[in-house]
């Protein structure tokens, strides 16, 4: 069963079962947040669905006889679940975390940055495959080519930067790398981050998108741009700080 997510105003998935499970679990998804799937005739609450019922944090455990102290060896692994399938990482993430790293929350960055490529993209596409068209249709396939192509390499930059953009969670550290040729990356450990400042404006406020500025503890901050659903990700980071310190 393949399940569609609402939530802060964004259709999330398709998830399996044990996704969404996962992420109830880590306190990404609530039980109130609408869902979908095929078969429903609209969309409904996920505590409506039968198969998280008994997800973890959904029911409360039966009450002790007396107060228990906490574990002295609890760790985030226990306040955030399983989190996020090695699998669903990209290549960077994968040979970075550790054995015994537990990844959490991820974003990329947002499909606006291909925007500008695209429409540049379109404008010249009819102005130059006439010329293409018309090249190959004289006997100049090489120049015909050079016409066909220019318009598609202008929208390359922007897709290339989505899909290999990598912004990873873990219990332990934030990773990030963005760039392909011109690389640029980040590993930090969250009891070393001071600060995460967001910025967002008109535009990504509407279509969920910003600046993401991370300090670490005496240093300058990183910052990353049109990163996709950076409250969340901020969140996210916040979140793993807190369960740390308990």
Same mark, same amino acid.
């Given at each position: 069963?393949?399940?569609?997510?609402?939530?802060?105003?964004?259709?999330?998935?398709?998830?399996?079962?044990?996704?969404?499970?996962?992420?109830?679990?880590?306190?990404?998804?609530?039980?109130?947040?609408?869902?979908?799937? %095929?078969?429903?005739?609209?969309?409904?609450? !996920?505590?409506?669905?039968?198969?998280?019922?008994?997800?973890?944090? =959904? =029911?409360?455990?039966? !009450?002790?006889?007396?107060?228990?102290?906490?574990?002295?060896?609890? =760790?985030?692994?226990?306040?955030?679940?399983?989190?996020?399938?090695?699998?669903?990482? *990209?290549?960077?993430?994968?040979?970075?975390?550790?054995?015994? %790293?537990?990844? $959490?929350?991820?974003?990329?960055? @947002?499909? /606006? /940055?291909? /925007?500008?490529?695209?429409?540049?993209?379109?404008?010249?596409? !009819?102005?130059?495959?006439?010329?293409?068209?018309?090249?190959? @249709?004289? *006997?100049?396939?090489? !120049?015909? $080519?050079?016409?066909?192509?220019?318009?598609?390499?202008?929208?390359?930059?922007?897709?290339?930067?989505?899909?290999?953009?990598? $912004?990873?969670?873990?219990?332990?550290?934030?990773?990030?790398?963005?760039?392909? $040729?011109? +690389?640029?990356?980040?590993?930090?450990?969250?009891?070393?981050?001071?600060?995460?400042?967001?910025?967002?404006?008109?535009?990504? +406020?509407?279509?969920?998108?910003?600046?993401?500025?991370?300090?670490? =503890? *005496? *240093?300058?901050?990183?910052?990353?741009?049109?990163?996709?659903?950076?409250?969340?990700?901020?969140?996210?980071?916040?979140?793993?700080?807190?369960?740390?310190? +308990?």
């Amino acid at each position: 069963m393949q399940i569609f997510v609402h939530r802060d105003g964004r259709q999330l998935g398709p998830y399996s079962v044990e996704e969404v499970r996962a992420r109830l679990a880590n306190g990404t998804f609530e039980m109130s947040d609408n869902a979908w799937t %095929e078969g429903m005739p609209e969309w409904d609450h !996920l505590s409506s669905f039968a198969a998280f019922r008994d997800a973890p944090g =959904t =029911t409360p455990p039966p !009450l002790p006889s007396r107060p228990t102290a906490a574990p002295a060896t609890a =760790t985030c692994h226990h306040a955030f679940g399983p989190g996020i399938s090695r699998e669903e990482l *990209g290549p960077y993430a994968r040979s970075t975390i550790d054995t015994n %790293e537990t990844p $959490l929350h991820r974003t990329v960055i @947002h499909s /606006v /940055v291909m /925007v500008g490529g695209f429409i540049a993209a379109g404008v010249l596409a !009819l102005g130059f495959w006439p010329f293409a068209a018309f090249a190959f @249709h004289d *006997g100049h396939p090489f !120049l015909g $080519l050079t016409f066909a192509v220019m318009p598609i390499a202008l929208a390359l930059p922007g897709y290339i930067a989505v899909k290999t953009s990598e $912004l990873l969670i873990t219990d332990r550290r934030v990773i990030i790398k963005v760039g392909l $040729l011109q +690389r640029r990356t980040l590993e930090m450990f969250i009891s070393k981050i001071e600060s995460v400042r967001v910025g967002q404006g008109v535009f990504g +406020r509407m279509w969920d998108y910003g600046d993401v500025a991370i300090r670490g =503890t *005496g *240093g300058s901050a990183e910052l990353f741009k049109n990163i996709a659903a950076p409250i969340e990700f901020r969140n996210a980071i916040q979140r793993v700080q807190t369960a740390s310190q +308990r």
